[in-house]
């Protein structure tokens, strides 16, 4: 299948709500990492659009949509046209509130876990299912994964330091579990961001600023894959990007490991019918799987229904699909010397009907 394939970054914060960066520098900083796009996500407040930054800054298209709520059941909404109100104790009505405006979006963070060595144990999980109007799960968030993996602040600034991917290495297992379960009753694309704040710190003298803006554009992107190429026309390239959000058009990577650009994933049937990521195929006896990683130090792993179908060290692969599922591709990054392999490349599900 041809596509054309644009890499960004989601989930940030300017200084229109708690984040230390301008719009503007924010979109430099997106420039100097080498992305396409960025998804402007301040809390309930669409500001950033209003003052007239939504738009192409540089080679860099930023795009606008908010994280509602406040105190927990936190959504991320794009392609919304006004404020969505927040209602931490019904996450129901702000689902149903972007929809009512032609939008889209998905729990943020919504396995976090509490820890008391960071703002006080103060931390924002998702605890209402109810409603299944959501298209995705953010199943890979840097910040929240930093904000409860170290009990003494000293230790997590040792390790900032030392090795400042290292609590983000693995998603929450049960998160991963969730999106799986979830994908079976319904088609639900995965999502990775940061959380980025670019958090200023004073230690005395010291001035330093904890992950910036251009460190965390480097690490969790999607990767999206257009039907053409991205136009300068801000209403048809938003539209382009937003509609393959919507569907699942994309897959998730940790670019910190390595570039990701060229995954490929798609099933092909009897019938000649080829399909990407987000869609949906009849299943026939010769469907097959076809998946391709940009590197040869890869562990391809098959998920189908939440369980693991196959796994192997290769770089390319052709998987005979004998029934029906929901199926999505995990490929780890297998270590030189030491260490385990590391989760790099999250595939969205291709889901195969009978």
Known sequence: MDHFEYTGHLHIHSTFSDGEGSVP??????????????????????????????????????????????????YIAFDVSAPIPPDDENPCSVIAAVREQGGFGYPAHPVEKSNPAFMGGRHFPWDCWDENGYSG???????????????????????????PYRAARFPEADGLALWDRLSREQPVSAFVGSDAHAFKLRLGPLRIVLFPYRFLFRTFNVHLLLPAPLPRDLPAARAQILGAMRKGRFFCSSDYLHPAHGFHFTAINEEGIEVGMGSKITHTPGTVLRVVSPSPRSVIRIIKNGRLAYQGRQRALAFKVLRPGTFRVEVQRRRSIFGPDLPWIYSNPIYVTP
């Open 25 to 74: 520098q924010i979109a430099a900083a997106a420039q100097e990492a080498g992305l396409d796009f960025i998804g402007v996500t301040d809390h309930n407040t669409l500001a950033a659009r209003e003052a007239g930054l939504e738009g192409w800054h540089g080679d860099v298209l930023v795009l606008v949509g908010t994280e509602v709520n406040i105190n927990k059941n936190h």
């Open 137 to 163: 799960l953010e199943i890979w968030n840097f910040g929240s994964l930093w904000r409860s993996a170290y009990s003494c602040r000293w230790r997590a600034l040792f390790w900032y330091y030392l090795d």
